[in-house]
């Protein structure tokens, strides 16, 4: 099994930055893909950004592209996100996620993500 624990949530104003961090333990072996997914009061989860282990490819949510920056590190089992330039529509519980396919947490998105941590919340005042 795969353990996930996130860290670095909090409330930040507008136009500030807020760093989240996600370590992994367990049976990490077969996971490629790792990554943050968000989920707002009455909305759907969404995929923020997702990494891949194996060859460093990135993929961001076109909402967030330029303003957060996923990356791991030298241990891989290590996952965070800067966020910058927060605005209030980023207000929302960030998950961690993995899966042993980059490309399917990409492509489908949550519904086929089996492993997830427990969430953080991150609150934007206007």
């Known amino acids: 099994q795969v353990q996930l624990v996130e860290s670095g949530g909090g409330f930040v104003q507008t136009g500030g930055s807020l760093r989240l961090s996600c370590a992994a333990s367990?049976?990490?072996?077969?996971?490629?893909?790792l990554g943050w997914f968000r989920q707002a009061p009455g909305k759907e989860r969404e995929v923020v950004a997702l990494?891949?282990?194996?060859?460093?490819?990135?993929h961001y949510a076109d909402s967030v592209q330029g303003r957060f920056t996923i990356s791991t590190d030298n241990t891989k089992s290590t996952v965070n996100l800067q966020m910058n330039n927060l605005k209030p529509e980023d207000t929302a519980v960030y998950y961690c996620?993995?899966?042993?396919?980059?490309?399917?947490?990409?492509?489908?998105?949550?519904?086929?993500?089996?492993?997830w941590g427990q969430g953080t919340l991150v609150t934007v005042s206007s």
């Open positions: 996620a993995a899966d042993p396919s980059f490309f399917r947490m990409a492509e489908a998105g949550y519904k086929y993500v089996k492993i």
């Open positions: 990494i891949s282990l194996s060859t460093g490819m990135v």
């Open positions: 367990g049976s990490t072996g077969n996971i490629d893909g």
